[in-house]
């Protein structure tokens, strides 16, 4: 048994698998998933009794290859299933396994099979939706001041343009990620993070009418100045992949962010913001908004 590459074209294909799947990790967002390739990882599936696997191949280093959980609505892989797969396949791990998938099958049966590790640096932050829309209580008021700020200077006296992200500003999008990413120096290292994270953004952004993803931009006086994508992960969770706005202009991050939850998460109990990749200034900022729980994530090693 072999893994076939996903790309793009395959999205269509591999979509139905999705449906309403269960675990709330962002690594189960299957734009994501794809949008990620790049030249050091690329993902790759098979289909095993109608169920979806999906397997990261990385040419460094060699040994974070690894499958996630098997996806298919109303079907789930015990254990044992998981340890033969593995097995057929040729892989030693599993990552991006869920507290809730170790609950259900309980730690002992499944630690007579694995090693169960945590993935600390997966670990994602889960919001209450009302509480990013509507910003109430104590907590909040410095987000809220600097809103206020924001709006006084820019939105009253209509400076302030939205837009949701399609294909004919696609490209506007991507000069606007290739100026933040300036300013970070996102390609001094092309296998960290940041370098990652803005080619699965131009690849997004290159696809965006192909997938099933929300996209939105914010202009100052014209100027691209903040953009956004979300998709829906579970049945009750949306996931923000992408949020960025310039640092230099007060506020407008804060602004920007309360209209993302209002905007693009109608409908949703809770928005998954993803993890801090174990960046400090990331967390602490993920963290000022109070998130209502995180979801560790476990890496499974056959024993």
Not at 244 to 269: E, T, W
Request: hydrophobic share 40%.
């Amino acid at each position: 048994m072999t893994l076939k590459p996903m790309t793009f074209d395959t999205y269509a294909q591999l979509k139905p698998y999705f449906q309403a799947q269960r675990y709330p990790l962002c690594s189960y967002s299957l734009p994501s998933i794809i949008a990620w390739t790049n030249d050091n990882f690329s993902p790759g599936w098979t289909v095993v009794d109608g169920v979806l696997v999906v397997g990261a191949e990385f040419r460094h280093p060699k040994d974070s290859r690894h499958l996630i959980l098997p996806v298919a609505p109303g079907k789930e892989f015990a254990p044992e299933e998981l340890r033969g797969l593995a097995e057929e396949l040729g892989f030693d791990n599993y990552w991006f396994v869920c507290q809730d998938y170790l609950d259900r099958h309980g730690r002992e049966a499944i630690k007579a099979l694995f090693t169960i590790e945590p993935q600390d640096e997966y670990t994602d932050y889960v919001y209450h939706a009302r509480d990013l829309a509507d910003l109430r209580g104590s907590r909040y008021a410095k987000k809220r001041n600097l809103i206020k700020q924001f709006m006084n200077s820019h939105v009253d006296d209509g400076r302030v343009e939205f837009a949701p992200i399609k294909g004919e500003n696609a490209e506007e999008c991507a000069d606007f990620v290739e100026e933040w990413c300036a300013e970070r120096d996102c390609d001094a290292d092309p296998n960290n993070d940041l370098a990652c994270e803005k080619m699965a953004m131009l690849n997004t952004l290159a696809h965006i009418d192909d997938l099933d993803v929300r996209g939105m931009l914010l202009r100052v006086d014209g100027e691209l100045s903040a953009l956004a994508v979300a998709a829906d992960l579970t049945a009750t969770m949306g996931v923000l992949h992408f949020e960025k706005a310039f640092s230099h202009i007060k506020g407008l991050y804060q602004y920007f962010d309360q209209q993302c939850a209002q905007r693009l998460f109608n409908g949703h109990v809770f928005i998954n913001k993803e993890s801090d990749m174990g960046v400090p200034g990331l967390a602490k900022a993920k963290k000022s908004y109070y998130p209502a729980m995180m979801v560790e994530s476990f890496k499974l090693t056959i024993k």
